[in-house]
């Protein structure tokens, strides 16, 4: 493998298909020390595509994590609303925003998940009022990701540390399709794919959606207005973006008070530096009225203490398990990857582009449609080779969509 040669294919992916950086607008790259390497690379090219500037927002997690051993507790229910204004400044000026993500699943599995949650809260909480421009679309945003040491030791746990890094990155590569001779390619494909399940789901307007597997069997309704999406989307002024890269969903937004049953996650949750394994949850009237887990049951209770949103669905994917990330034979230990190996829910806020004409309603409309709102959106895989979806139309009719954990058609 030519590590060299594959980023650059990786950063050129990222910029064109990814962000589809155009001239003039300005790019946003989060990221941590670990992800530096990928980092420049991305910053060259989206220098050469005719960025007006890019802005880095580095992170370190030795850093992180002094904060949560070493802070005060006043630390935890405060988080700087310089940052906020900042990221709204650079959104408002034609700015988009690029993650590169290199984490370590449980960086903070030591630490007391309370003080954790609060962290999180008082972080969503500040950014909420500018979470409505990568919600509707207005900033194009790309989410991607690159081994570190802790990640590939965690996937790999049996090799040496060159080894196992060296072997995600392969895996890596071949989920986002770097792979192939020509990755900017294999994405139009690739994205016409996907439109293809997104348009069949949109002109047949299902009421529901029943699921079926082992510690499954649940009825979601799907909201007033709902609008599939998959692979890339539109931004408010006509540009197509593909927030997650590898993404192999489609998804919308099922109706807030309407699910109703059990729900068994299929893989572990790697959330706010902890693992959650063997859970699940039972709904009624779209609330979790239950829930279990074998490993972080604290992480899901804190979870859904967040707000009242928390507790109900934002978000119902179709992924059948015959797709490249499954194949792979590996369980990432993230969401990122995880999730487009698998059916997935998300509980938490709705995205507004998940509705028709989604980005032009107001939050109350929304909800009304029977969309939700919180603080949080955090994805949990459900699917497998176990899992069989039956689809309701308005009029009764019966269309199976997945039998042993594949679409049908």
């Known amino acids: 493998m030519d590590l060299e040669k594959n980023l650059e294919k990786y950063a050129e992916l990222a910029v064109k298909v990814g962000i ?10 989060a990221g941590n020390t670990d ?3 990928l980092v420049r690379k991305i910053a060259k090219k989206a220098y050469e595509a005719g960025a007006k500037h890019v802005e880095l927002l580095l992170d370190d997690d030795d850093i992180s994590l002094m904060r949560y051993t070493y802070g005060k507790d006043f630390v935890f229910d405060d988080y700087p609303q310089w940052k906020v204004n900042a990221l709204e400044e650079m959104y408002k000026d034609n700015y988009h925003h690029l ?25 969503s909480k500040a950014m909420a009022a500018i979470s409505k421009y990568r919600m509707t679309g207005f900033t194009k945003w790309t989410i991607i990701a690159m081994p570190s040491t802790a990640w590939a030791k965690s996937v790999f ?13 392969e895996k890596v590569f071949a ?6 001779e020509d990755p900017v390619k294999a994405w139009e494909l690739h994205d016409k794919n996907l439109k293809k399940y997104r348009n069949y789901l949109n002109d047949k307007e299902f009421e529901k959606l029943v699921l079926k597997g082992p510690g499954t069997d649940l009825e979601v309704y799907l909201a007033e207005g709902h609008f599939w999406m998959g692979g890339s989307k539109e931004s408010q002024s006509g540009c197509s973006y593909v927030a997650n890269m590898p993404t192999e969903e489609v998804f919308t937004t099922p109706h807030k008070l309407k699910v109703n049953g059990k729900l068994k996650a299929t893989k572990p949750l790697s959330v ?7 859970f699940g949850f039972e709904f009624k009237d779209g609330q979790v009225v239950d829930f279990y887990a074998e490993k972080g049951y604290e992480v899901i209770k804190n979870l859904l203490e ?8 934002g978000e119902i994917a179709l992924v059948q398990d015959d797709s490249p990330i499954s ?9 990122l990857f995880d999730e487009n190996a698998s059916c997935h829910f998300a509980l938490g806020k709705s995205y507004a582009y998940a509705m028709r004409n989604g980005s032009n309603l107001s939050q109350e409309e929304l909800i009304a449609k029977g969309a939700n709102d919180s603080l949080i959106h955090v994805d949990f895989m459900v699917g497998g080779p176990e899992l069989e979806i039956t689809a309701y139309e308005k009029d009764g009719n019966v269309v199976k969509l997945f039998e042993k954990g594949n679409w049908i058609f």
Do not use: C, M
């Open 99 to 123: 993650i590169v993500k290199a984490p370590n699943p449980e960086l903070l599995k030591d630490i007391d998940g309370e003080i954790i949650a609060r962290s999180q809260k008082s972080s």
């Open 35 to 37: 992800t530096l390497p």
């Open 157 to 169: 746990p049996e090799l040496d540390d060159k080894v196992a890094v060296e072997k995600l990155w």
């Open 175 to 180: 989920a986002t399709r770097i792979d192939q």
């Open 20 to 29: 589809n950086l155009q001239e003039k607008e300005g790019l946003i790259i």
């Open 327 to 335: 194949n792979t034979g590996i369980l990432f230990n993230n969401t």
């Open 272 to 278: 706010n530096g902890k693992l959650v394994e063997n």
């Open 306 to 313: 967040n707000d009242e949103g928390a507790r109900y669905l």
